[in-house]
């Protein structure tokens, strides 16, 4: 039989359960226990649930504030390309003492772009890459042989004359005996250049143009091959050929593992490094570049 303590407990839990209001809806108490729970136990008995609520909305508030936009830094390669992009800064002038090619790179590889006359003046940054110097033209960076500027505008010298009993005959521009096919895709100055060889040398038939696909100046016709089968007609064709560079737009002859330049036509012929082949070191053909 209950006592009247345990009249008195049931009679309050009854009361109690009766007050909710979600009981009075129809809720299950299982139901109401596992949400009311984590609540009720984040609350200390003496706090209300108003002030729990109360904090929940401001924990909300505080996941809700806007995160601040980042701007990304330039990077320090994006700084070089606007840096590079401006033109470069003329410190003084010079002079050229001798015809002087102007190239895109530090390289005797790198295209010619230019021509300095002897005594030409140009401006220059002050920049060098190794025998290479900076020089201005157009607002634009290109680079020349250091060795052939000079800061007061050089002495007039005489012009080489040309020598060889070919030389005196002058220059043909008539179209060639042999034929003329070689010269389809070549600029003016290397149909010049075949022309006055064919000419000055009837026993040379035959002729290296245009190369589709080349990325160099066969391939955008400014070189012609001259092939001969002796060393001796092989020397004398180059030495032509050099003699007459000014009047046929020659830039450069390579013959025989050697080559000259315009540019540096002071120092005659120059060795070149071993390419493993005899048409490689261009023993069986005399090479002609023009601009």
Avoid at 205 to 222: C, I, K, L, N, Y
Wanted: some cysteine; aromatic content about 6%; glycine content about 6%.
């Amino acid at each position: 039989m209950a006592t009247n303590r345990h009249k008195h407990v049931l009679r309050a839990a009854k009361t109690s359960r009766l007050r909710h209001p979600l009981i009075r809806l129809g809720v299950p108490i299982g139901a109401l226990l596992a949400v009311s729970a984590p609540t009720v136990a984040a609350v200390w008995p003496e706090q209300q649930p108003v002030q729990a609520i109360s904090m929940a909305r401001s924990d909300a508030r505080v996941r809700t504030t806007p995160v601040p936009v980042r701007v990304a830094p330039i990077s320090r390669s994006e700084e070089r390309v606007r840096l590079e992009e401006k033109p470069p800064e003329v410190t003084d002038h010079e002079y050229a003492t001798t015809k002087l090619n102007v190239r895109t790179e530090p390289s005797e590889q790198a295209p010619t772009v230019d021509l300095l006359g002897w005594a030409e003046k140009v401006a220059v940054s002050g920049e060098t890459k190794g025998p290479w110097s900076e020089v201005v033209l157009d607002d634009k960076s290109y680079w020349v042989h250091s060795a052939y500027l000079a800061e007061k505008k050089p002495e007039p010298e005489p012009e080489p004359q040309p020598t060889g009993s070919s030389a005196a005959e002058g220059i043909s521009t008539a179209a060639c005996a042999s034929g003329s096919d070689v010269e389809s895709g070549l600029v003016d100055n290397a149909v010049a250049v075949h022309r006055a060889v064919c000419a000055a040398f009837p026993q040379i038939s035959t002729f290296g143009g245009v190369r589709p696909g080349d990325d160099g100046e066969h391939g955008t016709g400014q070189a012609l091959d001259i092939m001969i089968t002796d060393s001796s007609t092989g020397d004398q064709v180059a030495e032509w050929v050099r003699s007459h560079a000014s009047e046929l737009g020659v830039s450069y002859v390579i013959w025989s593992q050697r080559i000259w330049s315009v540019d540096r036509s002071s120092e005659g012929w120059r060795p070149m490094e071993d390419r493993g082949s005899v048409t490689a070191n261009h023993y069986d053909h005399v090479h002609v570049t023009v601009y």
